[in-house]
T-cell receptor, first 114, second 110 residues
Framework: QKEVEQDPGPLSVPEGAIVSLNCTYS??????FMWYRQYSRKGPELLMY????GNKEDGRFTAQVDKSSKYISLFIRDSQPSDSATYLC??????????????FGKGTHLIIQP | DGGITQSPKYLFRKEGQNVTLSCEQN?????MYWYRQDPGQGLRLIYY???????QKGDIAEGYSVSREKKESFPLTVTSAQKNPTAFYLC?????????FGPGTRLTVL
């Protein structure tokens, strides 16, 4: 059964803080993991894509995957007010394109206070 | 510019009416998807198509129909059988590694 857990928040932090966003999953078939950012009333945009346990860094963003614990994280360093958005984790057993669709968490609403 | 377009941005429908949402992509992607997003629910898969003239039901296909006559187009029809159609509808297309989303259509049933 597809199931991904994600705290919906809201999560409010001061500007400049390190943000930690997390998802857990129960299906060990999931092998590819993505983080999307969604601004209000817009389509999601892909931030990070990983397929192996460990860390992947891209600028201020770091994606972390722990397949043994079925736990993924997204860290945002030096957070900015423009980072205020909903962050969605997504995963699939197949390649990151998701042959039969992606399974999403409910999204975490993040607020960066100036 | 390459991308995914959805129209209209906002759509209002009376109960009992069918309505069709448009999705077009010029990314030359084979696979296309429709998701529904409700507040606090995340995205849920309605239908997907991996190739022209073929499509599969997702997790919540009841009350919806699709067609895939052209590679670039994947329209979604919300029928009167869909009991709670008010939602934000998102179309996506994918390469083997990444899935890209359109801007969405917000459907409201009056």
């Amino acid at each position: 059964q597809k199931e991904v857990e994600q705290d919906p928040g809201p999560l409010s932090v001061p500007e400049g803080a390190i943000v930690s966003l997390n998802c857990t999953y129960s299906n060990s078939a999931f092998q590819y993991f993505m983080w999307y950012r969604q601004y209000s009333r817009k389509g999601p945009e892909l931030l990070m894509y990983t397929y192996s346990s460990g860390n992947k860094e891209d600028g201020r963003f770091t994606a972390q995957v722990d397949k043994s614990s079925k736990y993924i994280s997204l860290f945002i360093r030096d957070s900015q007010p423009s980072d205020s958005a909903t962050y969605l984790c997504a995963m699939t057993p197949f390649s990151g394109g998701g042959a039969d669709g992606l399974t999403f968490g409910k999204g975490t609403h993040l607020i960066i206070q100036p | 510019d390459g991308g995914i377009t959805q129209s209209p941005k906002y759509l209002f429908r009376k109960e009992g009416q069918n309505v069709t949402l448009s999705c077009e992509q010029n990314l030359n992607h084979d696979a296309m998807y429709w998701y529904r997003q409700d507040p606090g629910q995340g995205l849920r898969l309605i239908y997907y198509s991996q190739i022209v003239n073929d499509f599969q039901k997702g997790d919540i296909a009841e009350g919806y129909s699709v067609s895939r006559e052209k590679k670039e187009s994947f329209p979604l029809t919300v029928t009167s059988a869909q009991k709670n159609p008010t939602a934000f509808y998102l179309c996506a297309s994918s390469t083997s590694n990444e899935q890209f989303f359109g801007p969405g259509t917000r459907l409201t049933v009056l």
